[in-house]
C-alpha cells in the first residue's frame, strides 16, 4: 500500500468523523427578531446646497375616516389600490439644509406628541453627521405639533444655538390664548402644543415672525401657501438653476390626493383654500419638473410630479444614489 494511499485514507476518515460529528450536533435556533429600523437620513444635492430628509418616525393615521370630498367607500378603494388600508403607516420628515454658510431645519417633527412611534428626529439628525446644537436657523411650516414638538425635550429647547422662524399668521393664531379660547375643545391641543413648544423659544429671544413670501438665508425662501392653517407656508431651495419646494402638509395621502387633488383633510383650517393650494403646488411642480419634499409622502419624501391629462398626478419618487 502506498504511503499516498494511506494518507488519502486517513485524510478521508478524518473528513467523515467531522462530519458525523457536525450531523450530530444540536440545530441553532434563529437570531431574535430585532424589529427595529435605521435611524432614517437621505441626502441629495440641490446646486450647491445640500440638503438631508430626516425621519421623526411614522405614525397610524385613520385616514379614510380624516379625507373630506370623496363618496362614501372610495378612500377604501383608493388604499386599496396601492395596498394600503386604515390606519395608513404615515411618515412625518423634516428636511436639513446646508447652505454652505448656514444649517437650516425645516419643521421639527413630533417629539413626545404623537406616542413613541414618533419623536426619532435626533437620532436622525445624529446618524446623518449632525448634533442638534449645529443647527442655526429652524424654518416651520405651521404650528402643528407634528411640526414643532421635537422644538423641545422635557421642556427644554433641543435646539440650543437655533433661531425658530414661521410665518407671522400662524404664530398670531397658534400662539394666541385667545384663539385657544375660543376654538373648539377638540383643537384646543393644537394650540397647547405649539405655546409649549415654541414658547421656550420665545422667552429665550429665539422667535422671530417673517411675513409672507421672504428670502430668509441665501438660497432659501418662504413661500405662502395659507390654507391648512392660517400661516401655512412652504419653502423654495434653490441653486445653480435647481429648485427642491418643501411643502409642509400641502397633502397627507399620497395615494389618494395626487389623483383627485380636490381631496382635502380634517385637520386643514380653511378646506377650500387649502385644495386651491394644492392644485397650484401640483401644477407648478409639473410644468416646471423641480424638485418637491413633503412631511407626509413616503420618507424620504422626495421626488417630482407629472400631470396625468385628467386633472391628476402621477408623483415620482427620487431614484435612490448612494452618493448625493
Do not use: C
Not at 486517513?10 to 435605521?38: D, E, F, N, R
Amino acid at each position: 500500500m502506498s504511503l499516498s494511499f494511506k494518507r488519502s485514507t486517513i485524510q478521508a476518515a478524518v473528513v467523515g468523523v467531522g462530519l458525523a460529528g457536525m450531523l450530530a450536533l444540536p440545530s441553532l435556533a434563529a437570531g431574535p427578531m430585532v424589529k427595529t429600523q435605521a435611524p432614517g437620513y437621505y441626502r441629495m444635492m440641490v446646486g450647491e446646497i445640500e440638503v438631508t430628509a430626516l425621519s421623526d418616525g411614522t405614525v397610524g393615521l385613520p385616514v379614510t375616516k380624516l379625507l373630506n370630498n370623496l363618496p362614501e367607500g372610495q378612500a377604501e378603494k383608493d388604499l386599496a389600490r396601492s395596498y394600503l388600508k386604515d390606519p395608513v403607516e404615515t411618515s412625518v420628515n423634516t428636511y436639513l439644509i446646508n447652505t454652505g454658510s448656514k444649517l437650516v431645519m425645516v419643521d421639527s417633527g413630533a417629539g413626545v406628541f404623537f406616542g413613541p412611534t414618533l419623536g426619532k428626529l435626533q437620532a436622525s439628525i445624529r446618524a446623518a453627521g449632525y448634533t442638534p446644537e449645529q443647527i442655526d436657523e429652524i424654518y416651520i411650516t405651521h404650528m402643528h405639533g407634528d411640526h414643532v414638538g421635537g422644538l423641545i425635550a422635557d421642556g427644554k429647547p433641543v435646539f440650543a444655538n437655533a433661531l425658530v422662524r414661521a410665518d407671522k399668521r400662524d404664530a398670531d393664531f397658534w400662539l394666541s390664548q385667545a384663539e385657544m379660547d375660543k376654538a373648539p375643545e377638540a383643537s384646543k391641543g393644537f394650540f397647547k402644543a405649539a405655546m409649549a413648544s415654541v414658547g421656550s423659544y420665545q422667552a429665550a429671544g429665539k422667535f422671530k415672525a417673517f411675513e409672507g413670501n421672504t428670502e430668509l438665508v441665501p438660497g432659501v425662501r418662504s413661500q405662502v401657501a395659507y390654507g391648512h392653517t392660517p400661516g401655512h407656508s412652504t419653502y423654495v431651495v434653490e441653486s445653480k438653476g435647481d429648485k427642491l419646494v418643501l411643502w409642509g402638509d400641502m397633502m397627507h395621502v399620497a395615494a389618494v390626493q395626487f389623483a383627485k387633488p380636490m381631496v382635502t383633510i380634517a385637520f386643514d383650517s380653511d378646506n377650500a383654500a387649502a385644495a386651491a393650494q394644492r392644485a397650484k403646488a401640483y401644477a407648478d411642480a409639473a410644468e416646471q419638473g423641480h424638485w418637491v419634499g413633503s412631511t407626509h409622502l413616503s420618507f424620504p419624501g422626495l421626488g417630482r410630479l407629472r400631470a396625468n391629462g385628467d386633472g391628476g398626478y402621477t408623483f415620482l419618487p427620487a431614484n435612490y444614489r448612494s452618493v448625493p
